[in-house]
């Protein structure tokens, strides 16, 4: 078979001068379908990819990559830091392992006022408390000031109704810090381990260890590496199984898996949409067939095969399938990148975490979504191939 | 009468359409052996089954009974795409409203059966240059059919149909639609061609003058084929 006169008869008469008013209609009302069908199909997943991905990037700012810690809620001490940071350096990708003692307290401010918060101390910070900005506006401090921490472990109530506490912190307001999650902004305070353990009485207290990535090490594979060899070094040592190591991504699981349920059942929902556009598609190619039942009288007296004719159809449908496909991808590349430079989109940080929306353009997506897309055109167009096979060359020559 | 071998015939031929009481009979036992180099004529009012007669011959429909030979293969006992294959090597064929693709250059549409046939796009338009060449518009090849005279698209038709060198070429009124001027141009080639090439033609037509040039003339009446 001669592809390039395969190809040549599918475009040409696709695109055919010839072709009535209502058939060009139709025809480009089918293009327009799936560009539209492939560009809402890509632009929701750049959206909802954008939308996990910053959150993801939030979450992964303040907290380390692999968390370690005591299923059961142990104790742990400087010599399973120790342990932790032998094996963690040992895997290719970590850049570090610091111990955290995370506990609430509640914060006072200058201005009085008062709010619970989630003290966090890490190895590597330095003293002094880093606020979310949120945080620091509802206590009235910016940095220089001074906040007041208190464990509410040591809070009790007097016989006379007072609030008795029994380590009340001063602390210098380092920096006042965007988190990225709303979450963090309201509530977190970070400083350096030792600053921690004072104020909660706790010398040596540590919750759980961070150890952080590369940005190409894959968290999941580290924390699976790390457990492992926390398991064998128990078995060697003797001792019973007390610390696990697991991605951070893993403490909000059923956040990501209900962002993608959710990304999962639109794009289902889109995809129906499209396929049901696709449809379209299936009526342009009757039509166009019929206005080249001619031509393929003619093309089956000069001893074009049936196959040679079918083949002519699929490709003519593909044609138009692509044609759409082409335009839906690039209008999805262009309203993606307008959106985020020109019209970026503001959320209530409160109720999303994140209180901006990028979308994130992925070639990955367009191609899966153009090669579906492809696939249905493929199978709508089967229908009038088939159609143009019944007819016998000597009937559709007598066709007027 | 040739003593040579026939390269098309057919043999007590019966077509019809419909089923039951619409049953129309256009053919009813038509035989005839087509031979190379042999210009044959068939007239017969409008509606007595000339094209089908054609169509018949041409392997674009299967008769409702007797048979077609191919250099004595009956194609009709093959698969449709050897069939496709035989009409591609052995039949030309010339309408009476040229039938060339508008999508494709005059250059082009000559060169389409070779195309079908497997031979590349290139080597398939220096054949067609060479017919276009023969037929006189070889100065018309890159323009489209809609840009040029009946008689021209006629002519590209012609050369279409020679494109394979097939053994038998079937016209069908090839000039009936063309004023006389035109008329007598893509004769006077066709008969050339014929002779010259030692293709067999057989002409469906109503021009009495194009049927008295041809060796032969057979009349089809009510769907009964007799010498005339």
């Known amino acids: ?37 492939v560009a809402a199909l890509i632009i929701l997943r750049s959206f909802m990819d954008g939308f996990t991905g910053a959150i993801r990037h939030s979450l992964e700012a303040v907290n380390p990559a692999v968390h370690v810690y005591a299923p059961g809620g142990g104790a742990l001490g400087p010599s399973d830091y120790g342990l932790v940071r032998e094996l963690a350096l040992g895997i290719p990708g970590t850049t570090g392992v610091e111990a955290v003692l995370e506990r609430p307290a509640v914060a006072s401010g200058a201005v009085g006022t008062v709010a619970g918060v989630m003290v966090r101390g890490m190895s590597g910070s330095g003293d002094g408390a880093v606020l979310g900005i949120r945080l620091a506006q509802s206590l009235g401090v910016t940095m220089g000031d001074t906040v007041r921490l208190a464990s509410t472990a040591g809070v009790s109530v007097s016989g006379m109704g007072r609030v008795l506490v029994d380590t009340i912190m001063p602390m210098v307001v380092v920096r006042v810090t965007d988190f990225g999650i709303d979450e963090y902004n309201r509530s977190l305070v970070t400083t350096s381990i030792e600053s921690a353990r004072s104020l909660f009485g706790d010398e040596t207290g540590i919750s759980s260890m961070g150890v952080g990535l590369t940005a190409e090490t894959d968290p999941v594979n580290a924390s699976i590496t790390l ?23 893993s403490f909000h699981t059923n956040l990501f898996q209900a962002l993608g349920l959710e990304s999962l059942a639109m794009t289902i929902v889109l995809g129906l949409i499209t396929v049901v556009a696709l449809l379209n598609l299936s009526s342009a190619l009757t039509m166009i067939a019929l206005e080249h039942r001619w031509d393929m009288g003619v093309l089956r007296a000069m001893g074009a095969t049936p196959r040679m004719v079918f083949v002519t159809s699929i490709t003519r449908g593909l044609s138009i399938g692509a ?18 430079n020109y019209f970026p989109i503001r959320l209530d940080g409160s109720v999303y975490w994140v209180e901006s929306l990028a ?15 492809l696939l249905v055109c493929l199978l709508v167009s089967v229908a009038p191939a088939v159609s143009a096979l019944s007819d016998s060359p000597s009937e559709a020559l007598r066709y007027e | 009468m040739s003593d040579a071998r026939p390269v098309l015939s057919g043999r007590d031929i019966h077509f019809t359409y419909g089923r039951g009481a619409d049953t129309l009979h256009v053919l009813k036992g038509a035989s005839i052996d087509l031979f190379p180099g042999g210009l044959t004529a068939v007239m017969g009012p409008s509606g007595s089954g000339k094209s089908t007669l054609l169509h018949v011959l041409g392997l674009l429909a299967r008769p409702s009974s007797g048979a077609v030979l191919i250099d004595g293969r009956d194609p009709w006992k093959t698969s449709e795409a ?19 693709l508008e999508e494709f250059t005059v250059h082009e549409n000559v060169a389409m059966p070779c195309m079908i046939s497997g031979k590349s796009r ?12 023969e037929v006189g518009i070889e100065s018309r090849g890159n323009h489209f059919p809609s840009e040029i005279s009946g008689g021209e698209r006629q002519r590209a038709a012609l050369a279409r149909a020679l494109a394979m060198e097939p053994a038998v070429v079937l016209a069908d009124e090839p000039t009936g639609n063309l004023d006389d001027e035109a008329t007598g141009v893509v004769e006077n080639l066709m008969l050339d061609l014929a002779r010259s090439r030692n293709q067999a033609f057989l002409i469906a037509t109503h021009s009495r003058e194009l049927a008295q040039r041809c060796g032969r003339l057979l009349i089809l009446d009510r769907g009964v084929l007799r010498e005339g």
């Open chain 1, 1 to 37: 078979m001669n592809l390039w006169l395969v190809g040549a008869l599918s475009v040409r008469q696709v695109v055919s001068r010839s072709h009535s008013g209502f058939v060009r209609f139709v025809g480009v009302l089918s293009v327009v379908g799936i560009a539209i069908g």
């Open chain 1, 227 to 249: 457990d492992s060899l926390l398991r064998e070094s128990y078995v060697e040592g003797g001792w019973p199984a007390y610390m696990t190591a697991i991605p951070f991504m």
């Open chain 1, 323 to 340: 044609v759409g496909v082409v335009i839906g991808a690039l209008a999805a590349w262009a309203s993606v990148l307008v959106v985020n």
């Open chain 1, 359 to 373: 979308g994130k353009f992925s070639a990955e997506t367009a191609l899966v979504a153009s090669a579906i897309t």
């Open chain 2, 82 to 100: 050897k069939r496709s294959r035989m009409r591609n090597q052995n039949l030309g064929f010339v309408f009476q409203f040229h039938h060339l």
């Open chain 2, 122 to 133: 290139s080597q398939s338009m220096d054949i067609a240059g060479g017919l276009l060449r």
